[in-house]
């Protein structure tokens, strides 16, 4: 770290991304600024509204030739930086599988199938196949909650409930537990289960999950599959809109 | 919102009811309970008003805290690769079948649980077991599990066991600088005072000290960065938590030479302008606890901690002792400081580094604790003595903790550049295959490299040197590594939560006999992967033990391969058994190996 490069970070700029320019604000990830220009660089963990988490690691892009998290590395002048390219998206495909084996991810069978970021980004990626051994985890479901449905086989730990919780509803109803491959979502209520806690279904927290692990009751296939959000167009080609 | 009175009310209160002394109010209610029940953590978190799930999510995170009953003695194996060497698993299964007991289950009475934990730090003492995380004892027998046996059973506290089995030697080898003849208690701070702050460190930045912990930062530049960083309040920390496998230089420092350790963080107070230290002291050395706060105790009314050190008007500094409780990944510097404040520890986005962001978000040093020793030893003999010493890019000494198939295991210390095959010579190795290096997160080094120099510019150290002879089976040490990095990963990253599972179920699976080289393949793709995008150095270093043993001892991984080509991970044979069952056959035609 030297003292030239937070003076860089704090005022605007410019750096290249995949050959071209893109325009930063003061303090701007290199994921913030991309998103904000219409870019689209793979994330799970991020959210526009959200600060860096850096957890998922799929945004990872090289900087300067350097590997970092878009997400969680300050854009600054003269950078270039690699997005698209064979390395990074094979990169980011063996996370992706990593992710769909840790958990139980079975697409036909979920009612977030086409709504659903992580199968979105695996499409995009060309992911066909898990690669690796499957985990099977034993994990819960949690259907206690009248209007909300709490599926922890399909949970990323992207931890965007937490951060609306906390941010944003002002509840903390989530948590991140335990540690290494046994790290889970725990509900804060006194017997951990979901209609005890304070979350509610108009919560930012109940309306954030990128993938099928908090669902609302009743309409699930209100719009039939074939006509979600990501059946018509891809991830890729849907860049979040982000506030000026 | 009044609040009935609850259990802990008076520990909580002791810590101020600050919800930063998370992880300490837990441990010492554990300490009292033996764990952490559903309504201790209720309790807990009505009493510093954090959420539940908060207070749930951080014991679960520290591997010392248990939110299951463990029994009146939790007997907790070291499983460094050097304890299984010296024959470890056999003495646990051996303590279990005694207890009658289950793996990681506790007894049905509740009087008893055995399980393993990451290396104690005693490796050059082993086989090392710690009781109810406080009790330590060393050079484990068949002889001493027999007796252990009958001491739980007949209730015996730990206390009341043979003092002979918690006797910790130093074993220094060879002591140079660090472990030579110490400065007398002050005498560090006097010159320190005598240079004026700007002076110490301008002193220091010429003795090129670069930090002992292993990731060698020019401590001088840190302490700049942090002295410069704008703030009413600065903070020391002493990173004491040293998790590394196979490393116990720290253990013997604070044992033997806790002054000069302390007098480097005062010097440090000094030049940063902070007026508290604190010190992170592994959870695996709580033994040594009271006697590191008899140390601080006397060095106040030495009048060498408190307020007007030294009769320095407006020089504060007081040591305060944190104790963790069980994460490797919390000897990162981000990721102590987080366990500090009572959290999960997980490392930190950076930047900001803690020199500008430290502890409660104020600028922080974090120094590992031998770096705080050569500190001191600067201080009184100056940075151009210390700069003479050792290599132009790294200067001063170095402790290795030498442990493994050695005559004489213990601590050495040697300049930098020292060659690796001269320490083999000095502790007394033969027929060498191999030496670890720094520890899993080190560099396995062959037969034909013991030429090479220890130092920054060729094998760099946190400490730890383990050797190992031809009659070791490299694959099995590499597995030892791969289960410590998967047992420790805190799971925060994609890339390192999964990656150090797979690489676990694949090298099992090459144990099982059923691996290939598309098995080693996949390793090796793992490697790469998260050599490059994990959080932290974690996961960045959980693949060096496995890189480093394929490329150089891949015999070892080819005897546990039943084909050199595609093999399944399954016994196609043994799977056949249930149809055989239900069809009545056991001829040659229902096996597939007879099939004709």
């Known amino acids: ?151 922890l086989n399909r949970c990323i730990l992207c931890s965007l409930c937490v951060r609306a919780s906390h941010d944003v509803d002002r509840k903390d109803v989530f948590a991140i537990g335990g540690h290494g491959i046994h790290t889970h979502l725990l509900i804060n209520s006194p017997n951990g289960l979901m209609a005890d806690s304070a979350l509610q279904a108009s919560d930012r927290a109940a309306n954030v999950c990128p993938v099928g692990a908090i669902l609302h009751k009743r309409v699930g296939f209100a719009t039939p599959i074939g006509k979600r959000k990501f059946d018509t167009l891809a991830v890729s080609e849907q860049v979040e809109e982000t506030k000026p | 919102m009044n609040r009935l009175p609850g259990p802990f009310d008076a520990l909580l209160t002791r810590h101020g009811n600050a919800p930063h002394r998370l992880v300490q109010i837990l441990r010492e209610i554990q300490a009292q309970q033996s764990w952490l029940s559903p309504d201790t953590l209720s309790a807990v978190a009505s009493g510093l008003g954090l959420p539940l799930a908060h207070v749930e999510g951080v014991a679960g995170f520290y591997r010392f805290f248990c939110g299951q009953p463990v029994g009146q003695y939790r007997v907790l194996f070291s499983d460094n690769v050097t304890d299984r060497m010296g024959g470890s698993e056999e003495m646990m299964r051996h303590l279990r079948h005694l207890l009658k007991l289950e793996p990681n289950k506790m007894r049905a009475d509740g009087r008893v649980s055995v399980s393993s934990t990451s290396c104690t730090g005693l490796c050059d003492q082993g086989p090392a077991a710690l009781i109810n995380h406080h009790h330590i004892v060393t050079r484990l027998t068949p002889g001493r599990i027999e007796h252990m046996a009958a001491l739980i059973e007949r209730q015996v506290p730990p206390s009341e066991w043979p003092a002979e089995w918690s006797r910790v030697d130093d074993q220094i080898r060879l002591a140079n600088v660090k472990l030579g003849t110490q400065p007398a208690p002050g005498a560090g701070i006097a010159a320190a005072l005598a240079r004026g702050p700007q002076g110490m460190l301008d002193d220091l930045k010429r003795s090129k000290l670069r930090g002992r ?7 001088g530049t840190k302490w700049q960065l942090c002295r410069n960083a704008r703030s ?71 009048g060498l901690l408190g307020t007007s050190i030294q009769g320095q008007v407006g020089f504060d500094f007081d040591i305060e002792i944190h104790v963790g409780a069980g994460a490797y990944v919390c000897g990162e510097e981000s990721a102590l400081i987080e366990s500090l404040e009572g959290k999960r520890g997980t490392p930190r986005i950076r930047p900001p580094f803690p020199v500008e962001r430290g502890y409660l978000n104020e600028p922080t040093t974090v120094n590992n604790v031998e770096t705080f020793c050569a500190v001191t030893h600067i201080a009184v003999h100056t940075g151009a003595w210390w700069a003479s010493i050792g290599t132009p890019q790294s200067t001063g000494t170095k402790i290795h903790s030498v ?60 400490g730890a040197f383990m050797v190992f002879d031809r009659t070791r089976d490299m694959f099995e040490v590499a597995l030892n590594f791969a289960q410590f990095f998967a047992h420790e990963s805190c799971g925060f990253c994609t890339p390192c939560r999964v990656g150090t599972e797979l690489v676990v179920r694949r090298m099992d699976k090459l144990k099982r006999g059923y691996g290939s080289s598309e098995d080693v393949q996949v390793l090796y793709e793992l490697d790469k992967l998260m050599h490059g995008s994990t959080h932290c150095g974690l996961g960045a270093a959980a693949c060096n033990p496995l890189r480093d043993t394929i490329a150089k001892f891949r015999p070892a991984y080819e005897q546990h391969m039943k084909s050199l080509h595609f093999a399944p991970g399954f016994d196609m044979d043994a799977e056949l058994s249930q149809a055989r069952l239900a069809t009545g056959r056991d001829d040659s035609g229902a096996h597939l190996e007879t099939l004709a």
Request: glycine content about 12%; charged content about 25%.
């Open chain 2, 213 to 219: 912990g292993g990731a060698g930062y020019a401590t």
């Open chain 1, 1 to 151: 770290m030297s003292t030239n490069d937070r003076i860089d970070a704090l005022s605007p700029g410019t750096f290249m991304l995949d050959g071209e320019e893109i325009d930063f604000g003061p303090g701007e990830s290199i994921l913030e600024a991309a998103t904000r220009t219409g870019h689209y660089i793979p994330h799970l963990c991020w959210h526009p509204e959200f600060g860096a988490k850096g957890s998922c690691r799929l945004c990872t892009v090289r900087i300067n030739g350097r590997i970092g998290a878009a997400c969680t590395v300050q854009a600054a002048s003269g950078q270039e930086v690699q997005n698209n390219t064979d390395e990074l998206n094979a990169l980011r495909k063996t996370l992706l599988q990593m992710i769909f084996i840790e958990g139980n991810h079975f697409c036909p069978s979920c009612e977030k199938s086409g709504n659903c970021r992580l199968q979105a980004t695996a499409y995009d990626i060309g992911m066909e196949g898990p690669h690796f051994e499957e985990f099977y985890p034993e994990r819960r479901v949690d259907a206690s909650h009248p209007d909300l449905l709490l599926d």
């Open chain 2, 232 to 302: 009413a309040t600065h903070y020391v920390v002493c990173n004491a938590d040293e998790g590394e496998p196979g490393t116990f230089k720290d253990r013997v420092l604070l044992t033997s030479y806790a002054d000069t350790v302390f007098e480097g963080m005062t010097i440090a107070g000094f030049v940063v302008g902070a007026r508290k230290g604190l010190v992170y002291l592994r959870g695996e050395y709580r033994y040594l606890l009271d006697a590191l706060q008899a140390v601080i105790e006397r060095r106040r009314s030495q």
């Open chain 2, 403 to 462: 442990s493994g198939d050695c005559e004489r295991p213990g601590l050495y210390e040697y300049p930098f550049g020292t060659r690796i095959g001269r320490i083999l010579e000095d502790c007394g190795a033969r027929d060498t295959q191999a030496v670890q290096v720094g520890g899993p997160s080190g560099v396995c080094i062959s037969a034909m490299e013991f030429g090479r120099r220890i130092g920054f510019e060729d094998v760099p150290t946190a």
